[in-house]
């Protein structure tokens, strides 16, 4: 959905309690995604990203390294 952006502008806001299931802690981030697209126009979108990382007994450096899991945005108003 960026594949027209001119530019993009994150705004990202304090992330929430990191909480755990089965080997793995989430954490929840809200975002506001201001972007330009290619023909001047500006879409505004809400939302939040989650970020997941292993923490079970095996787990490889790679695997312990947080990751986007989610994201989930909706329009804003501009």
Known sequence: SFAQAKSIDAQVGEPGMV???AGS???EIPVVLR???DDGSVRT???RVVLRRAVADGAS???RAW???SIDLRDAAN
Request: glycine share 12%.
């Open 67 to 69: 990751r986007i899991a």
């Open 19 to 21: 909480e755990g299931a």
């Open 25 to 27: 802690r989430y954490v």
């Open 61 to 63: 450096a790679t695997q």
């Open 45 to 47: 979108q809400a939302g």
């Open 35 to 37: 972007t330009t697209q």
